[in-house]
């Protein structure tokens, strides 16, 4: 069982910058690939990045290439998103999960194990 805990949220203005993390209590974390996604008010909840075991590997959804930087430190096992000119519609709660595989995925299906969420908030 790998148990999650996502930080880093807040509210910031448009073209702002935050760095989410999310801390993983498994001393094997550099076995799982993770991934971060996003839901917001009535909607989906869709992907937004993912990163490979040891991080050679990542990937990004279309709405946020460019301007997101997903990443891992597997000494500290966690997790990274750093979000760069942040946009209204990035408001969303934004969740870390965990892949028991070493490769990225994109579907959330895909994920084994998630955090409870942290609250991003960009006003216009």
């Known amino acids: 069982q790998v148990h999650l805990v996502e930080s880093g949220g807040g509210l910031v203005q448009a073209g702002g910058s935050l760095r989410l993390s999310c801390a993983a209590s498994e001393r094997t974390f550099s076995n799982y690939a993770m991934g971060w996604f996003r839901q917001a008010p009535g909607k989906e909840r869709e992907f937004v990045a993912t990163?490979?075991?040891?991080?050679?590997?990542?990937y990004y959804a279309d709405s946020v290439k460019g301007r997101f930087t997903i990443s891992r430190d597997n000494a500290k096992n966690t997790l990274y998103l750093q979000m760069t000119s942040l946009k209204p519609e990035d408001t969303a709660v934004y969740y870390c999960?965990?892949?028991?595989?070493?490769?990225?995925?994109?579907?959330?299906?895909?994920?084994?194990?998630w955090g409870q969420g942290t609250q991003v908030t960009v006003s216009s």
């Open positions: 999960a965990a892949r028991r595989a070493r490769t990225t995925h994109t579907s959330a299906s895909a994920y084994d194990y």
């Open positions: 990163i490979s075991w040891i991080g050679g590997a990542t």
